[in-house]
Each structure stands twice: as C-alpha cells, then as structure tokens.
C-alpha cells in the first residue's frame, strides 16, 4: 500500500525559510515523479514543483522559482521542498504526490500547514 507522509511545516515569518519533507511507503520512490501542491483557503489546489524519476529533472511553478528547491533525501524514499524568502501568500496546505502507471492515479499525502505571518 502506498503512502506518504508530509513533515515540517510551521509558522514563519515572512522573508524565512522552511523544509518540507514527504516520506514514502509502499514504493521505491526514486522510480517516480514526485511533486508538491499547495492548496490556500478559498483557493484551488495548485501544482508548485516536481522532480522526475531519478531526480536530474526538476520543475517549478512561475511563484515560486528561485525560492523553493524540490530535492530527493539523502536517506532516500524522500522527496524534500526546502522553501525560501518566504511570503503571505505561500501560506497552504501543502501535500506531497506521487503518479503510479500501475495504479494509473495519484497518490497524496494528508498535508502539512505552512504558514507565512508576521
């Protein structure tokens, strides 16, 4: 079975950094596309970053270019967002997801709490 699991989320102030952290189960993650998404009350969820199978390939969101790193863990079976020059408007819900083409669906996680406030 399949599952992820974020961590590290928290309050900070606007202009910080935080590292988010998704640990997977059930898969050899290293295999996948691995991504985040964030989703901010009232809004729609929304894509932010992803890194391809074997992580030479990384991808962002126009937002957060420059300021988020999408990295695959040293300990492996993680996928991290280590996220700076943090603002108001990056405050979500933020979830890790991965595709499974044997499963033909994504698989997410229940997400972590980010939020930006002075």
């Known amino acids: 079975q399949v599952q992820l699991v974020e961590s590290g989320g928290g309050l900070v102030q606007p202009g910080g950094s935080l590292k988010l952290s998704c640990r997977a189960s059930?898969?050899?993650?290293?295999?996948?596309?691995m991504g985040w998404y964030r989703q901010a009350p009232g809004k729609d969820r929304e894509w932010v970053a992803m890194?391809?199978?074997?992580?030479?390939?990384?991808e962002y969101t126009d937002s957060v270019k420059g300021r988020f790193t999408i990295s695959r863990g040293n300990r492996g079976n993680t996928v991290d967002l280590q996220m700076s020059s943090l603002k108001p408007e990056d405050t979500a819900v933020y979830y890790c997801?991965?595709?499974?083409?044997?499963?033909?669906?994504?698989?997410w996680g229940q997400g972590t709490q980010v939020t930006v406030s002075s």
């Open positions: 997801t991965c595709y499974l083409p044997y499963t033909d669906k994504y698989h």
């Open positions: 059930g898969i050899i993650a290293s295999n996948y596309n």
């Open positions: 890194s391809a199978s074997g992580g030479r390939r990384t």
